[in-house]
Structure formats: structure tokens, C-alpha cells
């Protein structure tokens, strides 16, 4: 039995690295909880607030963003963190050495509904001299990307983290520790098996109607198998079945709201999510370049999103190539 702390050390993780690690952890536990309290805490429900992406705040976010904000910002290694729910950065210790950015809930329109949600984070460096309050201090690809991770809060909470070394699951136990249980996860390279959410089937690019329809063709079309679809609406969820068994998940460019490139933001839900699929040798893309070359030029940038399985991302990528 190897506890998260454990693993880190045999794996070189520098002190400051785990330290860090901790705090992170110690939020999610605190979350975790929270969230199995549900009704009985009188957590549920929505906020009267509306974050700045113009989105209602349900109370967990509200709640889970304050838990993290008040345990990364008392811990001296945090320069400054940046979050789904914050409309700018807020800084920490000036001799912090890391840039913390997440979502502190992400899928919390499920929470009513008691289906899962998570915590996503990445850990960047802070550059020299910078101040973690700004936001040009993030403005970092998410190859820079020191660690990052997602805590799931299913039938059993779990975190997945990568420091550039594989990919790691860690079971949250009773005791109240991580516990390692799934040691360098790796994405099977063909799948059977799409998210995304057919709703909004109409605005999506030509190339992608085109590839989901063949997808829907199964075994008569063109791609020559049958095809089954899940769509959970957490993206965390999503990204952990296809860490899991493989698949596709896609919530692509659409046409609803130019301003609006994909649902779905760069700094805390795509660069994360896409350094541990390509650590667990998947691959992730806008459909047309790879999600973690980005050069991020806002916090609450969105971005188009399609990522899992190797051979299935690289069909995809097909029907989008330019001549
Ligand atoms: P949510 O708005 O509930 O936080 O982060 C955005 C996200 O959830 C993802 O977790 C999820 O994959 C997606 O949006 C769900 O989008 P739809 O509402 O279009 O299904």
C-alpha cells in the first residue's frame, strides 16, 4: 500500500512540488466531504452570483472555490492562484515558486442531480520576478506545465495526477488517505466509444458533422464498427472513463457565439486534461493543433476540445486536415 506522499518521493517530487500537492489534497478531501453532505449541509442549489463567464454559481462552487483559495493561499510555495470562479487572479506569498490554476467544481450542474463532479488543477512555474495577482504571469503553454490533475468525486473519490512521469490514481480511503491503485495508466489506442454532446449537432464545423456521422454509420459506414456514446456532462468524468477504457471525447468549436471558441477553458479544464491524456499516450487537439502548444492569451480563455484514444483522435484529425 503506497500513500500519494509516499509515491511522490520514490518518484524524485521536490519538497516544495509535494508540499503543494498536500495543501491541494487537503482541499479536496474537505470538498469531498462537503459534497457527500449534500441537502444535509444545505450546500445544494444555486447562488445568486454569476461568475465571470456570465454562468449562475451553484453554492459548491462557491464554496469549494473558497476552500481552495484560503488552503493555497496560506501556503508559502503558492505565488498566486487563478480560478474558474475568480474574474482575476489573486496573488499569494511573492517568493511562491508556483501559479495554481483550477476549476474548483467542474461539472457542477450535475451536483443537484448527485452525479459526479471534480476538481481540476495545473501547477506552472511562477517566472521570475512576476507577480502571481497578474495575469501575464500565466500566460504559459501547458508544456510548462509542472504537475496537474483532477480529484473525481464519483461513488469513490479519486485523483489522477501527473508530474510528467505517466499517469497515477490515487483512492481517497476512509482513513482519509490517497492511496495508489493504478499505476501508469496507459489509453488503449482504438476505441468504440464517443462523448459529445449531439445537441448541438447544427453549429458544429462541417469536418465534425461530417466524422460523427460517419461515427453514427457504425459497422455500414466508412469507419467500419459500431460505435456507443456516453455523455456524462462532467467533463472530469468523461476524461476518467477514457483514462479508464479508452474513447473520444469532443466538445468542438461552434458556431453559437463567435466569442465563444468551445465551452470549455484553456487554463483549467483543457491544458490539465490534456497533459494527462498525452501522459497516458493519448492525444489532445483543438482539431487542428495540439491543445498544450496554445499560447494562452487570456485566463478564462475557451478552447476547442477533442481528446483520448491515439488512433481515434488521429481519424478525427483526419476529416479536419486542410488540403
Ligand atoms: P459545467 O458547465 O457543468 O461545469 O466545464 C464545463 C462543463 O460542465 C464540463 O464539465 C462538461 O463536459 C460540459 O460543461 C457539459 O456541457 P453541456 O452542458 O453542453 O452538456
Redesign the pocket.
Known amino acids: 500500500m503506497l500513500l500519494l506522499n509516499q509515491h511522490l518521493k520514490h518518484n524524485d517530487t521536490s519538497d516544495e512540488l509535494i508540499e503543494l500537492i498536500d495543501s491541494l489534497m487537503l482541499s479536496c478531501k474537505e470538498i469531498a466531504i462537503k459534497l457527500r453532505e449534500g441537502a444535509l449541509a444545505g450546500v445544494l442549489g444555486t447562488s445568486e452570483g454569476v461568475n465571470v463567464q456570465g454562468?449562475t454559481q451553484k453554492k459548491l462552487?462557491i464554496i469549494s472555490n473558497d476552500i481552495l483559495k484560503a488552503v493555497l493561499l496560506d501556503n508559502p510555495t503558492v505565488a498566486g492562484v487563478a480560478s474558474?470562479e475568480e474574474d482575476h487572479p489573486v496573488p499569494g506569498n511573492p517568493d511562491g515558486k508556483y501559479l495554481v490554476t483550477f476549476?474548483p467544481?467542474?461539472?457542477?450542474?450535475?451536483i443537484d442531480v448527485n452525479v459526479s463532479?471534480?476538481t481540476i488543477f495545473s501547477i506552472l512555474e511562477c517566472p521570475e520576478g512576476a507577480n502571481g495577482g497578474d495575469d501575464s504571469a500565466y500566460m504559459q503553454s501547458g508544456r510548462k506545465q509542472v504537475a496537474a490533475g483532477y480529484v473525481l468525486y464519483g461513488p469513490c473519490a479519486v485523483l489522477v495526477l501527473t508530474t510528467g512521469q505517466g499517469v497515477n490514481m490515487f483512492t481517497l480511503s476512509h482513513g482519509g488517505d490517497f492511496i495508489l491503485t493504478e499505476e501508469n495508466v496507459q489509453i488503449p489506442e482504438l476505441t468504440q466509444e464517443f462523448g459529445i454532446?449531439m445537441?448541438?449537432q447544427r453549429f458544429w464545423e462541417p469536418e465534425m458533422q461530417s466524422y460523427v456521422n460517419d461515427l453514427l454509420q457504425g459497422e455500414e459506414g466508412p469507419l467500419g464498427k459500431r460505435y456507443n456514446m456516453r455523455?456524462?456532462?462532467?467533463?472530469?468524468?468523461?476524461v476518467h472513463r477514457i483514462l479508464t477504457r479508452g474513447g473520444i471525447?469532443m466538445?468542438p468549436w461552434d458556431k453559437r457565439n463567435p466569442s465563444k471558441p468551445g465551452?470549455?477553458?484553456l487554463m483549467y479544464?483543457g491544458n490539465p486534461m490534456s497533459f494527462l491524456i498525452e501522459q497516458a499516450g493519448g492525444l489532445s487537439t483543438t482539431c487542428y493543433d495540439n491543445i498544450m502548444d496554445i499560447q494562452p492569451e487570456k485566463i478564462h480563455q475557451r478552447v476547442a476540445v477533442g481528446l483520448g484514444s491515439k488512433a481515434e483522435v488521429e481519424t478525427m484529425l483526419k476529416y479536419h486536415a486542410k488540403d
Do not use: Q, T
Not at 105 to 110: C, I, R, W
Open positions: 454562468e462552487d474558474e476549476d467544481l467542474d461539472g457542477s450542474s450535475n463532479v471534480g454532446n445537441s448541438n455523455w456524462v456532462a462532467s467533463m472530469v468524468a468523461e471525447f466538445y465551452k470549455l477553458r479544464e
